[in-house]
């Protein structure tokens, strides 16, 4: 027989088998025991945390005359057809290379055919975000249209470019990434059953370069292993994965501390030359600078946040450069200049001369504050400047501070309800926490939600300059699409808009709606009142009092 690769041989087959990913296994076992099968499901999360590995385990699992608990026997005909791939009634595909009409549609077309020999007909769909927009289109009418007994379960890693469409339609499953902890645990219980010693040292450099990713430690293994001698050591692991010893970091460091420029890039020079390969190493090095992070005091600790900062910038210039060992130099001699931590308190004379021409020109600044501040309060005091103010101001306040679609605006209001406002203000916490991106996140900070409806959300913002970045960013906009959809159940379009704004539109619209109103009011006036009152009841919730004469 071939050889099987492990990530093949050790392809977990019970959801009890499934390693850094308990929460996923326990609640698709209990949806199983519960008989609370769904129609759709999305799996998400990093490569090689086990989602298709899970999607056949579920397939099994619903499927199997002996299932126990929500686990498969996987002895039956059933799962050993599904697990060597080859059951009619458990269709696989991978979206990269079937991601057409078409092929969506065939699918569709079929799915409407009982399964032939298992309970349900599943298919999954790996890499679904690759599927085209037609193909989107064609997968949004099976979802909204589920046939009985039919279930489909989609894999990502990219959850951000699902419609939001499509998300809202699904039961979803977030795999996280797998702790080194976890995969270095799994490795060596492989490598026990395999019957093949090993030094602990080789797992944690394997465990550390998967990066999360348990498939990918099981192919580092199996590289490593190839070039062991009947044992894993240290150096077939980094060799494998291109990672630096411990100890050469360790030497590369105490030139860095000691200010040896010279002693630094002769061990940079010594690395490169062993092959080592310049972006790998400065990422072993940022590793290496957060451990000593932990144990530092707090004088050392001002050295170690000055490397950090040096080896991010590097790290940006060496994966755009084609001179990747130049780079590191450089980045070599910068982090070789950095003063130890002890010196930090030993203030240069031109930092302390800078230090207090910045705080005379800050008490200038505050002492020109005051004097305006009074200067304003005189001006706007005199009668007739004040009524020249007045004048001169009262146009700017009937107008937004950018370009705002007033239209859309008002369509949002005519739809707003006081359910979905508060369903949009209970969800809109976690949502800005859910951003990714710290300067995306940064935006949504002190903001909430004003009106809300099915197809509209608006939310201010403390400043105009904000909500225009927010409206300028289409790939925030479906971001927040998405996680609306997932939170809330339902994903409105975002407007931005300013605080003030906000307030001044609010008011117009008010007041066009109650002339509007007291105009139908002159022909019904019996029918109108209280659509007014529901009205504004749906745009101002619990301020509004309904008073009786």
């Known amino acids: 027989m071939s050889y099987q690769a492990l990530y093949r041989k050790y392809r977990s087959q019970r959801f009890d088998e499934m390693v850094g990913q308990e929460v996923v296994a326990t609640t698709l076992k209990n949806a199983i025991v519960n008989h609370q099968i769904s129609h759709a499901y999305l799996f998400s999360g990093p490569r090689g945390t086990g989602k298709t590995s899970a999607a056949k385990i579920f397939a099994k699992a619903i499927n199997c005359p002996n299932q126990v608990d929500g686990e498969p026997c996987n002895h039956c005909f059933i799962c050993d057809a599904i697990t060597k791939g080859v059951l009619e009634d458990v269709i696989e595909l991978d979206a990269a290379s079937n991601n057409g009409v078409d092929e969506i549609r065939e699918i569709r077309d079929k799915s409407t055919y009982a399964a032939t020999q298992a309970t349900y007909k599943v298919y999954i769909i790996d890499e679904v975000h690759m599927l085209s927009t037609g193909a989107f289109n064609a997968l949004l009418k099976t979802l909204e249209e589920p046939t009985e007994n039919v279930v489909f379960v989609l894999a990502t890693t990219e959850l951000q470019k699902i419609p939001a469409t499509i998300i809202s339609r699904l039961q979803r499953f977030a795999f996280k990434a797998i702790t080194t902890a976890d995969i270095k645990n799994h490795l060596a219980t492989i490598l026990t ?30 590289q490593a292993l190839s070039f062991s001698q009947g044992e894993l050591k240290e150096k077939d692991a980094l060799l494998v994965t ?68 040096i080896a991010i910038d590097a790290l940006k210039n060496i994966r755009s450069s084609t001179q990747t060992k130049i780079a590191a130099d450089v980045m070599t001699m910068r982090l070789a200049e950095v003063p130890k931590g002890d010196n930090s308190s030993e203030k240069s004379e031109d930092y302390q001369a800078l230090s207090a021409a910045f705080s005379d020109l800050n008490k200038k600044y505050l002492a020109l504050s005051q004097e305006m501040t009074q200067l304003k309060k005189e001006i ?13 101001q009262q146009p700017k306040v009937s107008q937004p501070s950018f370009s705002v679609n007033r239209e859309l605006i008002y369509k949002a209001l005519s739809e707003a309800t006081r359910e979905e406002l508060s369903a949009a203000s209970a969800a809109w916490p976690e949502l800005v926490e859910s951003i990714t991106v710290p300067a995306e996140r940064a935006l949504l900070n002190n903001t909430k939600p004003a009106a809300a409806g099915q197809h509209y959300l608006v939310v201010t913002f403390p400043h105009v300059n904000l909500a225009k970045r927010v409206m300028e960013n289409e790939a925030l906009q479906l971001t927040c699409g998405n996680l609306l959809s997932s939170i809330a159940g339902f994903s409105p379009e975002i407007i931005a808009l300013a605080e003030s704004d906000w307030l001044e539109i609010r008011k117009a619209y008010a007041a066009e709606y109650k002339a509007k109103k007291q105009q139908e009011t002159q022909l019904t006036p019996a029918k109108t009142a209280p659509d007014v009152l529901l009205q504004a009841k749906a745009l101002f919730g619990d301020k509004v009092v309904e008073v009786t004469d």
């Open 380 to 392: 706007t005091q005199a009668p007739a400047l004040s009524a020249l103010t007045e004048a001169t």
């Open 242 to 309: 291109g990672s630096i010893a411990s100890a050469a970091l360790t030497t590369y460091v105490k030139a860095l501390a000691e200010n040896d420029e010279s002693s630094a890039l002769t061990a940079l020079d010594q690395l490169f030359l062993e092959g080592k390969n310049m972006l790998r190493f400065t990422e072993d090095l940022l590793s290496y600078f957060r451990d000593m992070l932990l144990k530092a005091d707090e004088n050392e600790r001002t050295q170690i946040f000055s490397w950090i900062n």
């Open 193 to 222: 059953q395999e019957a093949i010693a090993f030094e602990a040292s080789a797992l944690d450099v394997i465990a550390k370069s998967a990066e999360g990713g348990m498939r990918d430690a099981l192919s580092l293994l199996d």
